[in-house]
């Protein structure tokens, strides 16, 4: 029998139909956990829980609540493992920011939710439970997805759908991977958020510079660029007067690809050398939410763009892989 500490932030899994539509309703999933067929391999363990109140939306989670959670976890490291109960929406950011601030906690962490509630007709809540308790058994010391029929790594993991059996992939992953160390170069974090401001662009056909520029003008601690396929952009000169006085700031630039699986490398093609030849970091294959949730924590952490370009580079799960 092993230990266990559930936390259940809320998300459609625990919800009702209310009039209004689907509504949180308290016990909803230790229900399920009790009295499923399915799942009874679950009360073999010592459970303990810990509900938010209220239950949250996972499309009202903040970079607080990434660190409110982290906080909570090393405060029970002394068990088996921890599940979080999560909703869908946001759930790769989460999965993202809890693999980097738990990077040196050798602990089990996994994360589920459902696209339908867990009492719902024909639900793919009690298969993702089911998985995550094998996931928690299994004992990776690690932060890790459980949905849609996968285990996934917690730093590589996106939304792609919000179809019932296509919603979660982790692009560009090979699960012969699983065997390679989860947290090689592991980062102990501060515990406080700072919030930060970094800034978003997708670039197409046409786009005006001004919201580039006004990130570079409004001294923002660092800029991520979705670039076309493998981290190209048209010729522009403003594109590359912006950029060259973002380096000239110290005010960091990462390029990722739009597209779903694809590695960036600004010398593969000559439309990728006006991010080469001013100091832009390639994102390598990693997700949005990886990418974007890394920045996060590093621009919290650290001063200066050095810092945050060498902790970008630094493997603190499996974002690199």
């Not at 090393?74 to 993202?96: E, M």
């Not at 693999?99 to 040196?104: E, K, V």
């Not at 979660?168 to 699960?175: K, R």
């Amino acid at each position: 029998m092993a230990h266990f500490l559930i936390i259940n932030t809320g998300g459609t899994i625990g919800m009702v139909a209310g009039e209004r539509g689907l509504e949180p309703r308290d016990g909803e999933i230790e229900a399920a956990l009790a009295e499923q067929p399915a799942l009874h391999d679950w009360q073999q363990h010592e459970l303990s829980w810990q509900h938010w109140d209220p239950l949250l939306d996972s499309s009202d989670l903040q970079p607080k609540h990434w660190y409110d959670l982290a906080a909570t976890i090393r405060a029970h490291a002394d068990i088996a493992g921890v599940l979080i109960i999560h909703g869908t929406d946001t759930l790769a950011y989460t999965a993202s920011a809890l693999s980097y601030l738990l990077s040196d906690l050798p602990l089990p962490v996994v994360i589920t939710g459902s696209m339908l509630p867990v009492s719902a007709p024909g639900t793919d809540a009690i298969a993702n439970l089911q998985l995550a308790l094998i996931a928690l058994l299994d004992a990776k010391p690690e932060v890790v997805v459980t949905l849609a029929g996968q285990l996934l790594p917690g730093s590589r993991v996106t939304k792609i759908s919000t179809e019932l059996d296509h919603s979660f992939a982790a692009p560009t992953w090979d699960a012969q991977c699983w065997h390679l160390p989860a947290n090689p170069q592991p980062m102990s974090i501060g515990t406080a958020w700072q919030p930060a401001a970094v800034g978003v662009i997708t670039l197409y056909p046409g786009i005006p510079m001004d919201a580039l520029m006004s990130m570079v003008d409004r001294f923002y601690r660092a800029i991520v660029i979705n670039a076309f396929g493998n981290g190209n952009a048209a010729k522009d000169r403003a594109l590359q007067r912006i950029l060259a006085k973002a380096m000239e700031k110290g005010i960091p630039v990462f390029v990722r690809s739009q597209c779903l699986r694809a590695m960036v490398s600004f010398r593969l093609y000559a439309a990728g050398a006006v991010f080469d030849q001013n100091g832009a970091v390639a994102c390598g294959a990693m997700p949005f939410e990886a990418v974007i949730t890394k920045l996060q924590i590093l621009c919290s952490e650290f001063d200066n763009s050095e810092q945050i370009i060498a902790g970008f580079k630094q493997q603190l799960a499996r974002e690199w892989q």
